[in-house]
């Protein structure tokens, strides 16, 4: 008996006593995880503060002002040092130390090891040897300065405190168990038959797992009261484990069921969509009014081409042609709002809204644009049609949430803005261009992206069908030739001459453009429309605003 007894005293008391252990350690690891976490992001608003204040006074572009930034971050990293072990550095894009508290004295094999653990971009805790000991550190990448910045600190001074909380848990596992069994000797010696039975009423649950087993209550005293609590118990534990084999079940459908439901509207609604509406799905029937990124692309002269493909051909080639123009929106997290027809319809800034959602439209509108280049390339390969596209893009406010009915619904967009985006797809045929997007996206470009390397060429000012107020349309490339480079500021400077009214000087602008870029359909359009402007002047409230009457 008391062999059988003393491990339903001593498991519980190991079990408790593990799981306070797991406990503390969790919490004290989890204080420390988050003293860590606390400093490195302290740091990094420190760092992201300290840049911001190089790019508001226009210092970003001085070697000294941004070696006296990084000096001040290693200040302040040495500032909320704790401790003598504990050490922030950072490594930068090949692999050397480029700051620090003090010195790693990282070995070559440590330093190749630590890159690749960086360049991984693992989040939260993670682990290193870092001058011949093994820390603890945690890391964030700061791209201004293209450095990984780490607060690292010994592993056994990391974890000394759970290690201390393992050898008390030791000692008193080891107090309570030999209670245990002082105790046990005790009972047994007083209450060998009745107990008995119960041990071996609990035996045979233990091997057969029957929880309807139950134990005669032979007498009315402790033992008995025994019985009856282990009967009470094995009762509600039958009770108890057949709920939760139902719960298990049913949790098992549920899973299964909405695992489906996801796979299956993945197709056609946006993950992120999906995920919101699970989240809430109260929410998700609410429309909003937000400002955000609308993109049309369309494919040039397509009844021309579905007529000469055979629908087989068409439909595989607009399959691999879609497939690569959906793969960059979701690259630069838009969402793919609808096909029309040939056409793609998408926008940024929602269901979640981003700083660099316009630039993030018009680096995919560019992307798409090179994208068919490629496609055109694999087309020329197999005999097959080449595809040309044209993109318009605006940025505006519009109205965004599901529309539709209770038997179809779309997360959609609709507004002016999106109108108008669709307006900017129609104009590039106008205007002989690949790509054009609206003044109101231009003007974000230039609050939230200055340097990300784009270069402007205003087109003209028109008012498209349905409205009466102007506005600006531009082409836009990231990488010009040497030409165009020359052309594209002297095109500006006629712009600039010709809502001036300076007629006669924008011409000559334009015919300089027209030397530099033989056959330029703009070019040739503005110089012809200064010429006629120089002849018979326009009236005095002439605003340079061209009605388109089309789409």
Request: glycine content about 6%; hydrophobic content about 40%; overall charge neutral.
């Amino acid at each position: 008996m008391f062999l059988v007894v003393l491990p339903l005293i001593i498991v519980p008391l190991i079990l408790a006593e593990t799981a306070s252990y797991f406990h503390a350690v969790n919490g004290v690891t989890r204080l420390g995880r988050q003293l860590l976490g606390f400093k490195l992001g302290e740091l990094e608003k420190f760092a992201n503060s300290q840049w911001s204040l190089l790019v508001e006074n226009n210092f970003a572009g001085r070697p000294d002002m941004v070696e006296a930034a990084k000096k001040a971050v290693e200040q302040y990293g040495r500032s909320i040092i704790l401790t003598d072990s504990e050490i922030i550095f950072a490594v930068d894009n090949y692999g050397s130390i480029a700051m620090a508290t003090s010195d790693p004295e990282l070995l070559p094999p440590e330093k190749e090891a630590l890159f690749q653990i960086l360049t991984a971009e693992n989040q939260g805790l993670q682990s290193a040897f870092i001058g011949g000991e093994k820390r603890i550190f945690q890391s964030f990448y700061f791209t201004p300065f293209g450095w990984h910045i780490l607060i690292c600190e010994k592993e056994q001074v990391f974890f000394s405190e759970a290690k201390s909380i393992a050898a008390q848990t030791i000692i008193t596992l080891c107090a309570a168990v030999i209670a245990a069994v002082i105790l046990l000797i005790y009972i047994t010696s007083h209450f060998t038959k009745p107990l008995g039975r119960i041990v071996q009423a609990m035996n045979g649950v233990m091997e057969t797992a029957d929880l309807s087993s139950r134990v005669e209550v032979e007498y009315r005293d402790e033992t008995g009261v025994l019985a009856q609590s282990f009967n009470l118990m094995t009762e509600e534990l039958d009770k108890a484990y057949r709920q939760i084999k139902r719960y298990a079940f049913d949790a098992v459908l549920a899973g299964k069921k909405e695992e489906r439901i996801r796979q299956i509207f993945q197709k056609y609604v946006p993950q992120n969509v999906i995920e919101r509406f699970f989240a809430s799905p109260e929410k998700m029937l609410v429309g909003e009014n937000r400002k955000l990124s609308i993109l049309f692309s369309d494919i040039r002269s397509f009844t021309t081409i579905s007529e000469g493909m055979a629908p087989d051909d068409l439909v595989n080639s607009l399959n691999r042609y879609f497939s690569g123009q959906v793969d960059i929106i979701y690259k630069r997290k838009g969402i793919v709002d609808k096909y029309i027809g040939d056409a793609i319809m998408a926008f940024w800034g929602a269901p979640e809204k981003h700083e660099d959602d316009a630039l993030q439209s018009v680096l995919s509108g560019l992307e798409m644009i090179e994208s068919v280049e490629k496609f055109n390339i694999n087309q020329r390969k197999i005999g097959k049609c080449e595809f040309h596209i044209g993109i318009g893009i605006n940025f505006g406010e519009v109205t965004v949430g599901n529309i539709g009915s209770e038997r179809k619904m779309d997360y959609t967009v609709i507004g002016d803005a999106v109108n108008l985006a669709s307006r900017m797809e129609g104009l590039t045929k106008t205007y002989h261009s690949e790509i054009l997007i609206s003044e109101n996206i231009f003007e974000e470009l230039r609050r939230t992206a200055p340097s990300a390397g784009l270069t402007y060429r205003l087109i003209d000012t028109v008012a498209v069908k349905g409205k009466t107020q102007g506005v600006k349309i531009y082409t836009i490339k990231r990488n010009l030739s040497s030409i165009e480079q020359k052309a594209w500021p002297v095109h500006n400077q006629g712009m600039k001459l010709y809502y001036n009214r300076s007629f006669r000087e924008a011409a000559e602008r334009f015919m300089e453009v027209r030397s530099l870029l033989p056959g330029d359909f703009n070019a040739e359009n503005m110089h012809k429309r200064c010429v006629d402007y120089a002849a018979s002047p326009p009236p005095d409230n002439w605003n340079g605003v061209e009605v388109m009457k089309t789409k």
